[in-house]
């Protein structure tokens, strides 16, 4: 018996099949932000600003056909973050095998044996989430447990070590550049070298984005973290959701970097490029998802999955919907022959 697995797009290797769910980047459209300074006092930490409640369902059907022996749904989903988010409640469309954590973030499995027609599997999350950037009163500085060294290092899609990055890095800041300073110049370099294109199902990383002169919130990410790691400041791709409204697809990726004294900083340099944010400001619509770059679900070096389905037996079709009050996203994956 062949296990098939299914993402977007398509590559063989032996006798399996593997496809790999579209990555997706974002422009997001109009938005609402709230102007409040009231001082909002959640677990002893001070926000300035207001939370803001947001029911996420995130819905997802199942089409098998008769003799599909296996079928196995994996689904990243938000937890509680301290400074950015807190779940209020989950509410199971169907409850899942099991759920787990990676060091990443939280996924949910369904396993279904011997499915039959359509199945609907997902979720409803009502939570709260926190404005959380440069400007904000409010500090994550980690935990002693903590590994910074992870932050720093060279992968798959964040060249750390590669000469052209090593170079841009160095010329983006005066050598005895630190903190904050460095920071903004790092920042300032990311946009100044790459221009902004619509989504694209594969993922350059940061020299492929900086040998192209653009990319999207994917790329960009890539090129900004690669940047801060080779001048020492540790830094992780984060993807996400926006709750806001959106023109092609909610889906989004920014930054998270770590200085001494402000800690975790959340940063955005596609949105800057785009004219819908500041360095300093964000608005508050980031639900966090994950933060390990190349933890595809279960397969390293594949770079990140919003989800991921796997098949024993006939091919299967995932359709999702995704809705965070905003409008609907939708998308159809299948690998059923003839289908679209």
Known sequence: ??????????????????????????????????????????????????????????????????????????????????????????????????????????????????????????????????????????????????????????????????????????????????????????????IKNLDKYNFANEPKGALGALKLGGGDCTDYTDLFVALCRARGLPARHVHGILASGFSDTPKHSWAEVYIPHNGWVRLDPFLVEAGKASFRRLKNYYITLNHDRNDGIYSKDNGVWYWRYYYWGDPIAISEKLDCGYGVFSERVSSIKGDK
């Not at 056909?65 to 973050?81: C, D, G, Q, S």
């Not at 798959?156 to 904050?180: C, H, N, W, Y």
Request: charged share 30%; net charge positive.
């Open 1 to 190: 018996m062949i296990e098939k697995t299914m993402v977007v797009p398509m590559c063989k290797k032996g006798h399996s099949v593997c496809f790999y769910l579209t990555l997706v980047c974002i422009f997001v459209g109009a938005t609402i932000e709230s102007k409040s300074k009231d001082f909002i006092f959640i677990n002893k930490e001070t926000y300035l600003g207001e939370p803001k409640t947001v029911e996420m369902k995130m819905q997802y059907k199942v089409s098998a056909p008769n003799k599909t022996y296996r079928a196995k749904f994996v689904l990243l989903i938000p937890e509680t973050l301290p400074n950015r988010q807190k779940v209020i409640s989950k509410e199971w469309i169907l409850p899942p095998t099991k759920i787990h954590k990676r060091d990443g973030g939280t996924y949910a499995e369904w396993i279904l044996d011997k499915p039959r027609g359509d199945i609907d599997i997902g979720c409803i999350i009502k939570m709260e989430i926190y404005p959380f950037d440069y400007s904000r009163l409010n500090r994550d500085l980690g935990s002693k447990d903590d590994d910074f060294k992870k932050y720093l290092i060279s992968e798959k899609f964040i060249e750390t070590k590669s000469k052209v990055i090593m170079d841009l890095a160095q010329k983006s800041a005066p050598k005895r550049s630190k903190g904050g300073i460095l920071l903004h110049s790092i920042f300032n370099s990311t």
